[in-house]
């Protein structure tokens, strides 16, 4: 990814079937693009994305988009099933091995 892109949220509509999200990006060249990003109602619904998670979701997406270099993305992508998967399993807790079960018996003397 390139340090010079600037990826800027600005704001979410609620639509009959999909939740809108809007970013500008300042791209590398210098120009300025607009994108909209939807995550299907559904999904939320189903439990699959959390409200509060939607623009962090949708700003890992345009980030993974803007990267390719050589296919630009186009103005609207829209949120898929794996993305929501790809996004729950990076942002998963880690199990511990500090667990109850994993100590060890404490010898008595």
């Known amino acids: ?25 300042r791209l590398a060249s210098g ?8 995550i299907p109602n559904e999904a939320f619904a189903s439990r699959r994305a959390r409200f509060q998670d939607a623009p962090d979701i949708c700003s ?23 993305d929501l998967e790809n996004y729950r399993v990076a942002h998963s807790p880690k199990p511990s091995n500090r667990g109850y079960f994993n100590r060890k018996p404490v010898s008595h003397l």
Do not use: W
């Not at 010079?4 to 500008?24: D, H, N, P």
């Not at 120009?31 to 939807?38: A, G, Q, S, V």
């Open 1 to 25: 990814m390139n340090d010079k892109l600037i990826v800027q949220y600005v704001g979410c509509q609620s639509k009959a079937l999909v939740r809108e999200y809007t970013f500008t990006a």
């Open 31 to 38: 120009d300025l693009r607009e994108f909209t990003l939807t």
């Open 60 to 82: 890992h997406r345009l980030h993974r988009a803007l990267a390719d270099p050589v296919d630009p993305p186009p103005g609207h992508i829209r949120i898929s099933d794996a």
